[in-house]
């Protein structure tokens, strides 16, 4: 039985190592191997997720089953993207990830549905995220929710930069 809760700061390790791992397991063969040690001693050290978890821009969800920590997902209130849409409250959608080997088990539509719950409390007119440009199972799972693509935007991994998508989805 899988349930969904708020982050609190005690999960920053295993919230590290997941966000760690996924990455990791989604990406790694794309980077030199120094770019992508400072990408993830800046993004996924314990202090950084820490900060996020304390600071009241950050909403964590994360996905627990018997066996620990499956999935989580990351928001941003306001997004930082809000500069790409004529949207006028934006919030941002951030590392919806699954632990290694979970995708399609259903963790995802439910940080999704999380996610789309949490933007309309919160009175947002529409749900911005970024995605890799040739991550094709993550852009049909976006399109399937009725997510498009609005930019084209760049992704900074050490001194690598990434082909983006911006994709949004508006709930007005």
């Known amino acids: 039985m899988m349930i969904l809760r708020p982050a609190c700061l005690h999960d920053a390790p295993a919230l590290a190592a997941l966000g760690r791992d996924s990455f990791c397991a989604a990406f790694e063969e794309l980077y030199r191997p120094e770019d992508l040690a400072a990408f993830l001693e800046e993004t996924y050290c314990e202090d950084a997720v820490a900060m996020e978890i304390a ?4 909403i964590h969800c994360l996905a627990e089953d018997s066996a620990g920590l499956s999935g989580y997902c990351k928001m941003r209130d306001p997004s930082g993207y809000a500069e790409y849409s ?3 409250r934006p919030i941002a ?3 919806l990830y699954t632990a ?3 995708t399609g088990s ?3 539509a439910a940080l999704m549905e999380w996610a789309l719950g949490e933007a309309r409390e919160r009175g947002a007119d529409a749900i911005q995220l970024s995605v890799y440009s040739e991550n094709f199972g993550a852009q049909r799972f976006y399109q399937r929710y009725g997510f498009a693509k609005i930019a084209d935007i760049s992704f900074w ?3 690598q930069r990434d082909a983006e998508f911006l994709y949004e989805l508006r709930l007005d």
Do not use: D
């Not at 600071?55 to 950050?58: F, G, H, Q, S, W």
């Open 100 to 102: 290694p080997g979970m």
């Open 93 to 95: 959608l951030g590392q």
């Open 86 to 88: 004529g949207a006028k």
């Open 157 to 159: 991994v050490g001194e």
């Open 55 to 58: 600071a009241p821009e950050y």
């Open 106 to 108: 259903g963790i995802g």
